[in-house]
């Protein structure tokens, strides 16, 4: 089974982020095999091989050709092949809900959600914790970066659950550092300053970067992921 899941075959020219991947099926298939498989379950605990968890190996296979062709599909796209592996966990996490599988336990989906949190992870660390620092330094640089990743991500398609957590999360990680830093420019900055600033501006030919609301920044990460 192992063997037919490494060989489970991904158009990588006409799929997205979005693409459920046709080793989910046969995932779902081989815990179903393997869960009616007494036998083999019985030799494992009369063996006491307790190293070998059930349906271990059958997730690592299927996380190991997942990984492998989202960053074939993905190359050079920052984040997207982590939001391509968020929406194919959460689409076998709905298949075992909506089949009432018996092989649903505890440490199965247990080991799923571990799955989509280090992909998480690895998606904030690539796409949003970079700008927080660039938000302490330089509003006008975060505000430049900000939206150019809200650009680039809106069209991204992320499952509903997914999504509304992900943009959650960005406004939570973004939105408060961001008002907090806008509060202390503005503490800090004298009106001769500012004018001064707008004059250097001026002459040197740069158009100013506006400034938004933490209320605007919110309003474009509730925008993003709708394909």
């Known amino acids: 089974m192992e063997k037919a899941l490494r060989g489970a075959f991904l158009d990588i020219r006409s799929s997205n982020e979005f693409t459920i991947h046709p080793a989910n099926g046969l995932l779902m298939h081989a815990l179903q095999s393997f869960s009616g498989n007494t036998y083999m379950l019985q030799s494992i605990l009369a063996n006491g091989d307790y190293t070998t968890e059930p349906y271990c190996r059958l ?86 970066e900000f939206l150019a990743t809200c650009d680039n991500q809106r069209t ?37 300053s500012a004018v001064l600033c707008s004059f250097k501006r001026v002459t040197a030919g740069k158009k100013k970067q506006k400034r938004y609301t933490g209320e605007e920044l919110a309003q474009k990460i509730r925008g993003l992921f709708e394909g």
Not at 63 to 88: P, T, V
Not at 158 to 186: C, N, W
């Open 59 to 144: 997730l690592q296979c299927w996380a190991s050709e997942l990984e492998k062709d989202a960053e074939m599909m993905c190359q050079g796209e920052k984040g997207r092949k982590y939001i391509f592996l968020m929406n194919n966990i959460y689409d076998v996490l709905q298949m075992i809900r909506r089949q009432g599988a018996t092989f649903a336990n505890v440490e199965l989906v247990s080991k799923l959600n571990s799955l989509i949190q280090r992909y998480k992870k690895s998606y904030f660390d690539q796409c949003w914790v970079p700008l927080t620092s660039t938000c302490r330094l330089n509003l006008d640089k975060f505000t430049a």
């Open 156 to 192: 991204w398609k992320v499952t509903a659950q997914l999504r509304y957590e992900l943009r959650q999360e960005i406004v939570d990680l973004t939105v408060p550092l961001y008002e907090l830093s806008l509060s202390a420019l503005h503490a800090n900055q004298s009106w001769f």
